[in-house]
């Protein structure tokens, strides 16, 4: 577990041609904005919504957070959905449901409709966080992983734009009319992503894992560097789906596992693991869990409310401020994609958090000089707030923001992927949910100030979890993931299940 032990990043290939990786990654992470739109354009919405059904902050604070537990039910039912009809209609499938979401939203009546809306568009939410960086990864070949699977982060950030530039562009509209916009209008993008992804191929690992060698071959050819990478990934692909080298055609047969096979990824995953598999699980799910601990839905969703406590209180200037913070979170994005497979994952991530928590301190400190004069104004705690809340967001994109989602698809061995990055997205969901559902009553319990820097606290405990956890993975193949954390067998379990499957596949070719 020791620092000292985690292995070497090895040196990503030259990257060759990467076009046709590169759209499909854009393509299955356009679905991110759908969950990027919603989380900034509610940070202005809410304002509105709060006045027009005249709810308390109690109401106001489940609204916000809720879409969070309701996106659990997507991210689970994602994983047996993937690999069940694949990667490609399970993107869109998620950007069907977000539409009906985003539908109900905007005709909402009252709460009540309200919140129904929240919770169908939540479950589409849950669908996209999990499929997106699976199927980036899945199709990206090693050299330009990092940068391709990043790609979710950035729709992320890009949507949050969007929704801040909705609050804005909206703002003057009637009260009852502004915010039924704001949110009926993220309908729109669902229905164009929905027909373009329908273009996209199938993830090569899915293909594999249904005996569509052919097809899967021809996908590793058009994303792979050389023809050599291709054929290498093809037999790493068939060596973790249980896949005999020397079985080869353009349709195998796969032993149908059934439910002994779901009772296997369990067992291998969570109820029985290996050494090995657990620091993957503890891995995936740590990363995901301290992304959202350190509070940047409560910067995101709040920032109206953070700025109207640092001492601006004009509505228009409220949201015009919260606008810089989405283009600066959308800057700093694109800053991380082009050094992921560069400069590594370990080093952007440790100095990202490092950079999280100063800023979460200059945060708290400058909204407690404000609050405790609230009679006056304080020029220079105004601006240190405003700065460290536009540095919180930068340090938060360049590494742990875009890298969790990266890491945790990237580490997870084949047969339990799905599921693996299932529990992560979750274990984000419910962190995010928590956090977001109790900034308000924590910023009256300890003050505003006092809750940024209990996340500084948090933040620095993601630092040393981080820094003695997490090995590098820049430039590792798939396959190859398992050793970094310890498993010198390669199948990363203790069962020998793989091994009859395989015994099993290779006596029905014979025959």
Same mark, same amino acid.
């Given at each position: 577990?020791?620092?000292?032990?985690?292995?070497?990043?090895?040196?990503?290939?030259?990257?060759?041609?990467?076009?046709?990786?590169?759209?499909?990654?854009?393509?299955?992470?356009?679905?991110?904005?759908?969950?990027?739109?919603?989380?900034?354009?509610?940070?202005?919405?809410?304002?509105?919504?709060?006045?027009?059904?005249?709810?308390?902050?109690?109401?106001?604070?489940?609204?916000?957070?809720?879409?969070?537990?309701?996106?659990?039910?997507?991210?689970?039912?994602?994983?047996?959905?993937?690999?069940?009809?694949?990667?490609?209609?399970?993107?869109?499938?998620?950007?069907?449901?977000?539409?009906?979401?985003?539908?109900?939203?905007?005709?909402?009546?009252?709460?009540?409709?309200?919140?129904?809306?929240?919770?169908?568009?939540?479950?589409?939410?849950?669908?996209?966080?999990?499929?997106?960086?699976?199927?980036?990864?899945?199709?990206?070949?090693?050299?330009?992983?990092?940068?391709?699977?990043?790609?979710?982060?950035?729709?992320?950030?890009?949507?949050?734009?969007?929704?801040?530039?909705?609050?804005?562009?909206?703002?003057?509209?009637?009260?009852?009319?502004?915010?039924?916009?704001?949110?009926?209008?993220?309908?729109?993008?669902?229905?164009?992503?929905?027909?373009?992804?329908?273009?996209?191929?199938?993830?090569?690992?899915?293909?594999?894992?249904?005996?569509?060698?052919?097809?899967?071959?021809?996908?590793?050819?058009?994303?792979?560097?050389?023809?050599?990478?291709?054929?290498?990934?093809?037999?790493?692909?068939?060596?973790?789906?249980?896949?005999?080298?020397?079985?080869?055609?353009?349709?195998?047969?796969?032993?149908?596992?059934?439910?002994?096979?779901?009772?296997?990824?369990?067992?291998?995953?969570?109820?029985?693991?290996? !050494?090995?598999?657990? %620091?993957? *699980?503890?891995?995936?799910? /740590?990363?995901?869990?301290?992304?959202?601990? #350190? $509070?940047?839905? &409560?910067?995101?969703?709040?920032?109206?409310?953070?700025?109207?406590?640092?001492?601006?209180?004009?509505?228009?200037?409220?949201?015009?401020?919260?606008?810089?913070?989405?283009?600066?979170?959308?800057?700093?994005?694109?800053?991380?994609?082009?050094?992921?497979?560069?400069?590594?994952?370990?080093?952007?991530?440790?100095?990202?958090?490092?950079?999280?928590?100063?800023?979460?301190?200059?945060?708290?400190?400058?909204?407690?000089?404000?609050?405790?004069?609230?009679?006056?104004?304080?020029?220079?705690?105004?601006?240190?707030?405003?700065?460290?809340?536009?540095?919180?967001?930068?340090?938060?994109?360049?590494?742990?923001?875009?890298?969790?989602?990266?890491?945790?698809?990237?580490?997870? !061995?084949?047969?339990? %992927?799905? *599921?693996?990055?299932?529990? /992560?997205?979750?274990?984000?969901?419910?962190? #995010? $949910?928590?956090? &977001?559902?109790?900034?308000?009553?924590?910023?009256?319990?300890?003050?505003?100030?006092?809750?940024?820097?209990?996340?500084?606290?948090?933040?620095?405990?993601?630092?040393?979890?981080?820094?003695?956890?997490?090995?590098?993975?820049?430039?590792?193949?798939?396959?190859?993931?398992?050793?970094?954390?310890?498993?010198?067998?390669?199948?990363?379990?203790?069962?020998?299940?793989?091994?009859?499957?395989?015994?099993?596949?290779?006596?029905?070719?014979?025959?």
């Amino acid at each position: 577990m020791a620092s000292a032990a985690l292995p070497e990043a090895v040196a990503p290939k030259k990257k060759g041609n990467v076009r046709f990786a590169f759209a499909c990654a854009i393509l299955a992470s356009m679905t991110s904005i759908l969950l990027g739109y919603d989380i900034g354009v509610m940070s202005g919405a809410s304002l509105y919504i709060k006045k027009d059904f005249n709810i308390s902050d109690g109401k106001v604070e489940v609204l916000m957070g809720i879409l969070n537990l309701y996106s659990l039910i997507g991210s689970f039912a994602a994983g047996r959905t993937s690999d069940w009809i694949g990667r490609r209609y399970t993107i869109v499938f998620a950007a069907v449901i977000f539409f009906a979401g985003a539908f109900l939203m905007g005709f909402a009546v009252n709460y009540a409709m309200l919140m129904f809306g929240r919770f169908v568009a939540g479950i589409g939410v849950g669908y996209a966080l999990m499929i997106a960086p699976v199927y980036t990864a899945e199709v990206s070949p090693a050299s330009a992983r990092g940068f391709l699977t990043s790609f979710p982060e950035v729709f992320i950030n890009f949507g949050i734009l969007l929704g801040y530039v909705s609050n804005y562009a909206f703002s003057r509209l009637p009260l009852n009319l502004g915010w039924r916009i704001m949110l009926g209008i993220g309908a729109a993008p669902s229905v164009l992503l929905a027909l373009m992804v329908l273009g996209m191929p199938e993830s090569p690992r899915w293909l594999v894992m249904k005996g569509r060698l052919a097809d899967a071959k021809v996908v590793l050819e058009k994303t792979s560097d050389t023809a050599e990478e291709a054929a290498e990934r093809l037999a790493d692909i068939k060596a973790a789906a249980g896949i005999p080298e020397e079985l080869d055609g353009d349709v195998v047969t796969i032993p149908k596992r059934g439910s002994g096979n779901e009772k296997r990824v369990w067992k291998e995953l969570i109820l029985s693991p290996s !050494p090995a598999m657990r %620091r993957i *699980l503890l891995s995936g799910i /740590g990363i995901h869990f301290f992304q959202q601990a #350190s $509070g940047i839905d &409560s910067v995101v969703l709040y920032s109206p409310r953070v700025f109207k406590s640092a001492g601006i209180t004009d509505d228009n200037h409220l949201l015009g401020t919260t606008c810089a913070v989405g283009v600066t979170k959308t800057l700093f994005i694109l800053v991380a994609t082009f050094f992921l497979d560069r400069v590594g994952r370990r080093p952007l991530l440790l100095s990202s958090t490092g950079g999280m928590i100063l800023s979460l301190i200059g945060l708290g400190a400058g909204l407690t000089v404000v609050g405790q004069h609230p009679d006056a104004k304080i020029p220079w705690a105004i601006g240190l707030s405003i700065a460290s809340t536009l540095a919180y967001v930068a340090f938060f994109s360049i590494g742990l923001g875009p890298i969790t989602w990266v890491y945790s698809s990237e580490i997870f !061995p084949l047969q339990v %992927r799905a *599921l693996g990055c299932s529990l /992560g997205v979750a274990a984000n969901r419910v962190t #995010s $949910g928590v956090i &977001s559902m109790t900034f308000l009553s924590l910023s009256k319990a300890i003050t505003i100030g006092g809750s940024f820097f209990l996340y500084s606290g948090i933040a620095a405990l993601a630092w040393v979890f981080f820094y003695t956890y997490l090995p590098e993975t820049r430039g590792r193949t798939l396959e190859e993931m398992s050793k970094l954390f310890g498993d010198t067998g390669g199948a990363c379990s203790e069962s020998d299940e793989p091994a009859k499957e395989k015994k099993k596949v290779e006596m029905a070719a014979t025959n």
